[in-house]
């Protein structure tokens, strides 16, 4: 069985948020697509919604609106949607007994960060035996910063998804995932 994991796509990175992303407009209209495509087939459709319990925490703070999930994704009443405090879903969480309660074998994996949530999620999956394909249309990332040198968010992402195509999991547009369900 084939389930479709929205990671953190939640207000805080879209625009006036407290961490606001690169294109986290365009990956949340891809996700759409997914999550449509995954309701129409009457898939499992899993959320991860993260909320900060660290006392320095600026965003996705606790009962805020940032914390909330992105409107144009809001859960149905039938959809799980599964919290974390880390991020690795799979970390202090029910995600693989909800996955095993499903009998899901593959995830479809989009959501936000590419660097941070995205990549814990996809390479504790990996370790638990998941076949994993992620959108890369459907994810986005920021501009990062090292040695004083900015790394721009495409280049993040890039790098991030060509780590994962090379064993991790299957790195295709949400156009090719589509065809595939």
Do not use: W
């Not at 129409?40 to 899993?46: A, C, F, M, R, Y």
């Not at 309660?101 to 998941?130: P, W």
């Not at 890369?136 to 991030?160: M, P, Q, R, W």
Request: hydrophobic share 40%; glycine share 2%.
């Amino acid at each position: 069985m084939k389930a479709l994991l929205l990671i953190d796509i939640q207000n805080d990175y879209f625009k006036k948020g407290k961490c606001e992303l690169v294109d986290s407009l365009q990956a949340a209209l891809n996700s759409k697509i997914l999550l449509d495509k995954f309701r129409q087939k009457s898939l499992p459709i899993i959320y991860i919604q993260h909320i900060s319990t660290k006392k320095d925490a600026t965003f996705f703070l606790p009962n805020s609106f940032g914390v909330q999930i992105y409107e144009s994704l809001k859960p149905l009443d039938n959809e799980l949607v599964i919290t974390k405090n880390f991020p690795n879903s799979f970390r202090n969480t029910t995600l693989k007994e909800n996955l095993e309660k499903l009998n899901v074998q593959e995830l479809v994996i989009c959501g936000m960060m590419t660097h941070m949530c995205v990549d814990s999620t996809i390479r504790a999956a990996f370790d638990m035996g998941y076949k994993c394909s992620v959108a890369y249309d459907g994810c986005a990332t920021k501009d990062l910063k090292i040695n004083n040198k900015i790394i721009k968010a495409k280049e993040v992402h890039n790098s991030f998804m060509a780590s994962f195509e090379y064993i991790f999991a299957k790195v295709l547009k949400v156009e090719e995932i589509i065809c595939s369900i």
